[in-house]
């Protein structure tokens, strides 16, 4: 199994380059934002829970996500050589979480792949995305605050995962070939 942590700002680019990492591995692919969107469609009580949240550009709390992570990744059987975990872990609690979860099922992340994308050009992406796609969360007040969430609680992670001696830094901005080229070179050193 080599089970990947794409790690990023929102709008780093993380969907994106899942895409085509799945399209050469045969990677399975986790977004936890695509999950909890999923969710809000359907009209679940997970989904109102979490729209509530997401509306304000907050994280959906910890306990609730951890649950959440492990079904899916259960559910995801055996039929994949690994799974890319996008948009998850995003705190230090969640990090610990999946260590715990896949260590009991004789499983690890294999490499953490951080794209690193300047704010400036994260808040034109995410506008933009905001105009094509309708996401309520991306306009500017909710991307404010996504951002500011990723400073405080999600940014620690790098250095959790350099302490785990798994982190790999990507320069995110750029030709979309070249950052893929620079994420693959990582993923055939494993
Ligand atoms: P982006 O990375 O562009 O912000 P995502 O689709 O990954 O978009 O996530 C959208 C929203 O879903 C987040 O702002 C957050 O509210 C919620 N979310 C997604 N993943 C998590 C997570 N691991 N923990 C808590 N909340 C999450």
């Known amino acids: 199994m080599k089970n990947i942590v794409i790690f990023g700002a929102p709008g780093s680019g993380k969907g994106t380059q899942s895409d085509k990492l799945i399209d050469k591995y045969g990677l399975g692919h986790i977004s936890t934002g695509d999950v909890l969107r999923n969710e809000i469609k359907n009209g679940t009580e997970l989904g ?33 050589e690994g799974v890319i975990f996008d948009g998850f872990p995003r705190t230090i609690p969640q990090a610990e ?10 499983h690890r992340v294999a490499a953490m792949i951080e794209l690193d994308v ?6 034109q992406r995410l506008l933009l995305r905001g105009q094509k796609s309708g996401r309520s969360d991306d306009n500017e007040a909710t991307i404010k605050k996504r951002l500011d969430v990723y400073h405080d609680q999600t ?7 350099k302490r785990e001696g798994i982190h790999n830094h ?21």
């Open 48 to 80: 109102k829970t979490a729209k509530s949240y997401i509306d304000k550009g907050q994280l959906i709390p910890d306990e609730l996500m951890i649950d959440i992570l492990a079904n899916v990744y259960d559910s995801f059987g055996k039929e994949h």
């Open 97 to 106: 979480a999946l260590k715990k979860m896949l260590a009991t099922r004789g």
């Open 118 to 123: 300047p704010e400036s050009e994260l808040m």
């Open 155 to 161: 940014s620690p992670l790098i250095d959790w995962y």
């Open 170 to 190: 990507i320069q995110g901005l750029g030709e979309l070939d070249r950052i893929f080229a620079d994420i693959c070179t990582v993923i055939e050193s494993l």
